[in-house]
């Protein structure tokens, strides 16, 4: 297949690389493609047009950082009205399911599926990340060759939305267990237990979990916590939005992700 690929950030340029080992014809966006001059190796071709790489693609990849992006690339620099009748937008972005069925109203003609992941940039240069997906599942199966080129796990949630959905209650548990952990191991620290043996007697334990395996790394656990910091306040802002929306009350996850609303200044 013809794959366009808009967002050649950390995780997005791997996950187009898998693609175009996959054996599928994959052109980038960038707009300094000088900056990615190295995709040129596995022959990836670069375009500093987002509308040119939609209009000749059969799949289009996005990978942007938030809503704002998405709308910039998508709508400003009308990469959507591009699209050929009968091909596959994909979106990687971390939203809210309001942007989502915004374009798909768009554009009824097209396919679009909201696929948000979970994963690290390492996950996807060895073709792991998860998928979780929105829309039609026969439009997820007609793509299913280019996404099993990055990721080893895919659901099919429900309907258009869903997977956006589902991708900001699972962050919203990363956040809510990333300050239960850090706590933890501050508590642990102050009495003179070292954080790395923590992390390690506490991963084999109950207490265990994604987020306490992200403090057994290198580093004080308060710096890590900082690092995370503004991508999980995105989301968590995110969702919170998409709740009130929808009319949904998030129970503990609303007190328990609130800290995240503010800047994380220590």
Not at 133 to 151: H, P, Q, W
Not at 190 to 200: C, E, I, L, N, W
Request: proline share 2%.
């Amino acid at each position: 297949m013809k794959v366009g690929w808009i967002g050649l950030g950390k995780i997005g340029k791997q996950m187009a690389l898998r693609a175009r080992r996959g054996g599928h014809e994959v052109v980038g966006h960038a707009r300094d493609v000088c900056k990615h001059a190295d995709l040129a190796k596995d022959r990836v071709r670069l375009s500093s047009s987002a509308t040119t790489v939609a209009g000749k693609s059969d799949v289009v990849c996005v990978s942007v950082f938030d809503e704002e992006q998405l709308r910039d690339v998508l709508l400003n620099q009308e990469a959507l009205a591009s699209m050929r009748p009968g091909s596959t937008l994909v979106i990687h972005s971390t939203v809210g399911p309001t942007i989502i069925r915004e374009l798909a109203r768009s554009r009824t003609d097209i396919d679009i599926l909201d696929a948000p992941f979970s994963g690290t940039e390492v996950d996807a240069a060895a073709g792991k990340i998860t998928l979780m997906v929105g829309g039609e599942a026969a439009a997820l199966a007609a793509i299913n060759d280019v996404l099993r080129c990055y990721a080893d796990y895919i659901q099919h949630m429900g309907p258009l939305g869903a997977g956006a959905t589902v991708k900001l209650v699972n962050n919203a548990l990363f956040g809510a267990q990333a300050l239960l952990a850090h706590d933890g191991l501050r508590v642990l620290t102050k009495t003179g237990v070292a954080q790395s043996d923590a992390v390690r007697l506490i991963e084999r334990s109950s207490g265990g979990s994604y987020a306490m395996r992200l403090f057994g790394g290198a580093g004080e656990a308060s710096e890590v916590l900082s690092g995370i910091w503004p991508y999980i306040k995105k989301d968590v802002t995110i969702a919170r939005a998409a709740a009130a929306e929808a009319g949904l009350e998030l129970g503990l996850l609303d007190v328990s992700t609130k800290a995240f609303l503010e800047d994380r200044s220590d």
